[in-house]
Structures are given as structure tokens and as C-alpha cells.
């Protein structure tokens, strides 16, 4: 059997009311989330990440199709499938990120979780019902347009990563869109926002 070494080696990194990022074979009595060592971003100590997964599980996920762009080691997507989602499409730029997403989206056992390397939303008709984006906040503004096209009534987006100098030209770039923003959160260095199409 392969040795994997754990990016939380003997540590249990508790996230919101119900995650907790630990290695498998630390008893914990919140839902597990895993993730191989590896220098992609997503080890859940991360303001931004911490925000995304908290203001996930405000959110009904249950059934839901999901899109994590910009996923790194994943963490996201593997919340998202423990929360119930139908499908997560997950992507990133980096190719190592995608090979460690991979790596623990195995790990973990959710199998509705897809992950590959790309640098925007495939263009296709899909829709999602959920859109994740913990990036920076030039590349959501650049993907902006295209979020907007992957989403339908009532799909929520949050965004995260984004700096206090750029949030409010985020803000005004989504409610241009059709976007209604239902929370901002100011963290320490960043900004979150939650966001439903109208
Ligand atoms: C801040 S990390 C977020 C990782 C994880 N989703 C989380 O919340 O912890 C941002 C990720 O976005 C990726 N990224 C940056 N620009 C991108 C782009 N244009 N398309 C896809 N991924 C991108 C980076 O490689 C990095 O893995």
C-alpha cells in the first residue's frame, strides 16, 4: 500500500460547525476532511478557505451541482460532496494542483467530484447551482462574464481572495451582472462575498 504523508500530520484543524481537516487515523466527531501533503493551496487555516467552507454550510448544498474554481488541493469540492452535492466540477490553472485535488478527492472517497486543468469555466450550456471562486480577485473579475453565463435564477456564488482596495469594483462588476449580494464578509486581509442571481 502506498504511504501517503498528511498535510495535517497529527493535527486536527477544526473548520465552521461541522468540518474538521485531520489525517484518517485521528478519531474526530466532526466530518473529516483529509488532504495529502503537498504545496497546493487548501489546508483549511486560510481565512479565505475557512469563510468558503463556513458560508457553505449556510447554504443548501443537498442535491446541488457545484463548480470550485480555482479548487487547489480540493478542500472545497470534498466539502461540498460531504454536504450532500449531486456533482462538483472542480478546476485549476496549476496541473500540481490538480494532480493533489485528484489525489484527495480519492482519499476522501467522494466520487462526484471532477477535477481538471483549466484557466476558465468550460464553455458549455451547463448550469450550476452553487459557484465557488477562492481566487484573487483580477481573476474573478475576469471571469466574471462567464460566471454569470454558468449560472441560472437563484444560483449562489461565493467568492473569496478578494482584496479590500478591489472589493467594491467586484461587488458593483456582480450586481451589474444580475447578482444580489446577500453577505460580505471583511476578514483580516481579504473579503467574502455571498451573491444569488436574480
Ligand atoms: C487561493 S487558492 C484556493 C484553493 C482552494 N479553493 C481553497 O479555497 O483553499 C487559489 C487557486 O486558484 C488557482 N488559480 C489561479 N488563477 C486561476 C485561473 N485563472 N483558473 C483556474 N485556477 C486558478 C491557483 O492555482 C490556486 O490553486
Known amino acids: 500500500m ?7 500530520e497529527n493535527k486536527i484543524i477544526p473548520i465552521g460547525k461541522t468540518f474538521a481537516v485531520a489525517p484518517p487515523w485521528i478519531e474526530i466527531n466532526r466530518i473529516r476532511i ?24 449556510n447554504i443548501e448544498i443537498k442535491g446541488r451541482k457545484v463548480l470550485d474554481i480555482g ?12 454536504l450532500g452535492a449531486e456533482e462538483i466540477i472542480a478546476f485549476d490553472i496549476d496541473p500540481n494542483a490538480v494532480y493533489e485535488c485528484s ?13 481538471s486543468i483549466a484557466s476558465n ?6 448550469k450550476f447551482d452553487i459557484i465557488l471562486a477562492n481566487i484573487f480577485d ?11 453565463t454558468a449560472s441560472q435564477r437563484g444560483t449562489m456564488a461565493i467568492l473569496s481572495g478578494i482584496s479590500p482596495e478591489e472589493s467594491y469594483t467586484v461587488k458593483r462588476k456582480f450586481i451589474h451582472l444580475g447578482f444580489s449580494l446577500i453577505k460580505s464578509r471583511f476578514l483580516e ?4 462575498y455571498v451573491l444569488q442571481m436574480r
Not at 493551496?41 to 475557512?50: D, V
Not at 486581509?189 to 467574502?192: A, C, I, Q, S
Open 71 to 82: 479548487t487547489g488541493s480540493g478542500i472545497l469540492s470534498i466539502a461540498a460532496s460531504k
Open 2 to 8: 502506498k504511504q501517503w504523508r498528511w498535510k495535517t
Open 103 to 115: 489525489q484527495n478527492i480519492e482519499l476522501n472517497s467522494v466520487k462526484n467530484v471532477k477535477c
Open 189 to 192: 486581509e481579504y473579503v467574502t
Open 34 to 57: 483529509s488532504l495529502v501533503m503537498g504545496s497546493s493551496f487548501g489546508t483549511g487555516i486560510h481565512e479565505t478557505t475557512i469563510s468558503c467552507i463556513e458560508e457553505m454550510e
Open 138 to 148: 483580477s481573476a474573478i473579475l475576469g471571469m466574471a462574464t462567464n460566471i454569470k
Open 121 to 126: 469555466i468550460p464553455q458549455s450550456e451547463e
